[in-house]
């Protein structure tokens, strides 16, 4: 299976802040990786697909980059509503696994 | 608009078949990848298989067999199977489309959380 691993597992900041978080993955998978948003008690979010492409109706303030092992999601200024755990998925090749999540918390 | 519901049993006793169904609106199944995914409490996702129809599946071999998932059509609906659960089976399951390449979801179910418990 394709391991993904996320860092930081927790990220501390504050409204206005830009934000990064990494995904690597254990082997090559292209470009077959989303990014997802969770809030408490709700199902996960789609906010970025193919690595880099920004789901309709996402703000433009969330981007995503990356291929091959290493991808990143970048928040540009972090607003209220942004403070969730995010995960990664890969598509390359199956079974399509997680990461295991990035909270970003208020500092 | 595309909608997902999952319905079925919140209690499954263990060693029981967990059985939960997604009723799809505002698109056909028999076109794009229909997943399930899972979330014991307080842990991260776990992709457990699709279909695609007419009847393609992929399963994630963690499970050992114990999963499957069905489609009825003329119902919009598709059907997860799990046998043999015990408690580490307890999570919140969601029922999720993918686009017709597969693999990121862009629609999801609000979720249903399963106890396995006697």
């Known amino acids: 299976d394709v391991q993904l691993t996320q860092s930081p597992t927790t990220l501390s900041a504050s409204v206005g802040d830009r934000v990064t978080i990494t995904c690597r993955a254990s082997?090559?998978?292209?470009?077959?990786l989303a990014w997802y948003q969770q809030k408490p008690g709700r199902a996960p979010k789609l906010l970025i697909y193919?690595?880099?492409l920004l789901e309709s109706g996402v703000p433009s303030g969330f981007s995503g980059s990356g291929s091959g092992t290493e991808f990143t999601l970048t928040i540009s200024s972090l607003q209220p509503d942004d403070f969730a755990t995010y995960y990664c998925q890969q598509y390359n090749e199956y079974p399509w696994t997680f990461g295991q999540g990035t909270k970003v918390e208020i500092k | 608009q595309v909608h997902l519901q999952e319905s079925g049993p919140g209690l499954v006793k263990p060693s029981g078949t967990l059985s939960l169904t997604c009723t799809v609106s505002?698109?056909?199944?028999?076109?794009?990848?229909w997943n399930w995914v899972r979330q014991p409490p307080g842990q991260g996702l776990e992709w457990m298989g699709f279909i695609l129809n007419p009847g393609k599946t992929n399963y994630n071999p963690s499970l050992k067999g114990r999963v499957s998932i069905s489609a009825d059509t003329s119902k919009n609906q598709f059907t997860l199977n799990l046998t043999s659960v015990t408690a580490a089976d307890t999570a919140v399951y969601y029922c999720?489309?993918?686009?017709?390449?597969?693999?990121?979801?862009?629609?999801w179910g609000q979720g249903i959380l399963v106890t396995v418990s006697s």
């Open positions: 505002g698109v056909s199944i028999t076109s794009y990848y």
């Open positions: 999720a489309k993918s686009r017709a390449y597969g693999g990121d979801s862009d629609y």
């Open positions: 082997q090559g998978i292209n470009a077959w």
């Open positions: 193919m690595a880099s």
